[in-house]
Antibody, heavy 121, light 107 residues
Framework: QVQLVESGGGVVQPGRSLRLSCAASGFTFSNYGMHWVRQAPGKGLEWVAAIWYDGNMEYYGDSVKGRFTISRNNSRNTLYLQMNSLRAEDTAVYYC??????????????WGQGTMVTVSS | DIQMTQSPSSLSASLGDRVTITCRASQSVTNYLHWFQQKPGKAPKLLIYAASSLQSGVPSRFSGSGSGTDFTLSISSLQPEDFATYYCHQSYTTPHTFGQGTKLEIK
């Protein structure tokens, strides 16, 4: 069964850090690009970051550039999102999503269930 | 950044109706345009990719068309499980961007 399972969310104070993980199963993780997408409460979808199948290229949305880092461990079938200098506006459900292809230009065909991140003092 | 504008923002329809949602890009995305369905508290689900290709397992009442800047998602005969929010998404360039969503409600 093709599956993505996020973990690592929680409540964190502004300025602090958090690392999200996304465990993949049921497909050859190392063959596909991966993404993080977030959704603030009651709002629409916002693309956060992407990484190539081999980890050689990363892309970021303007609102997180310089603060967030996407990475992957293909031997562990796991995607990560390191979030530093968190702000209240980063509060959202964070989804990991699988690309249909190796790079960052394809549709997202598999999504995790999401993990909630709340930034609050 | 490429702006994606969906219309309408909300739509009321009855079971069995045919509905169409449009998505306009601020510049050409060729066919790198995809449609998702999202139900409350759930992750988005891919319906249509590359403007007009039906994702595996998605009912054939869903269809997509368009290229360049103007796209449509159509549902031929609304079923109870189709009432949800729909998003378009461009992957032509980073940053990827989404439309603001169209909420489809039962009339």
């Amino acid at each position: 069964q093709v599956q993505l399972v996020e973990s690592g969310g929680g409540v964190v104070q502004p300025g602090r850090s958090l690392r999200l993980s996304c465990a993949a199963s049921g497909f050859t993780f190392s063959n596909y690009g991966m993404h993080w997408v977030r959704q603030a409460p009651g709002k629409g979808l916002e693309w956060v970051a992407a990484i190539w199948y081999d980890g050689n290229m990363e892309y970021y949305g303007d609102s997180v550039k310089g603060r967030f880092t996407i990475s992957r461990n293909n031997s562990r079938n796991t995607l990560y999102l390191q979030m530093n200098s968190l702000r209240a506006e980063d509060t959202a459900v964070y989804y990991c999503a699988k690309s249909k292809g190796k790079y960052a230009l394809d549709a997202f065909d598999i999504w995790g269930q999401g993990t909630m991140v709340t930034v609050s003092s | 950044d490429i702006q994606m504008t969906q219309s309408p923002s909300s739509l009321s329809a009855s079971l069995g109706d045919r509905v169409t949602i449009t998505c306009r890009a601020s510049q050409s995305v060729t066919n790198y345009l995809h449609w998702f369905q999202q139900k409350p508290g759930k992750a988005p689900k891919l319906l249509i990719y590359a403007a007009s290709s039906l994702q595996s397992g998605v009912p054939s009442r869903f269809s997509g068309s368009g290229s360049g800047t103007d796209f449509t998602l159509s549902i031929s005969s609304l079923q109870p499980e189709d009432f949800a929010t729909y998003y378009c998404h461009q992957s032509y360039t980073t940053p990827h961007t989404f439309g603001q969503g169209t909420k489809l409600e039962i009339k």
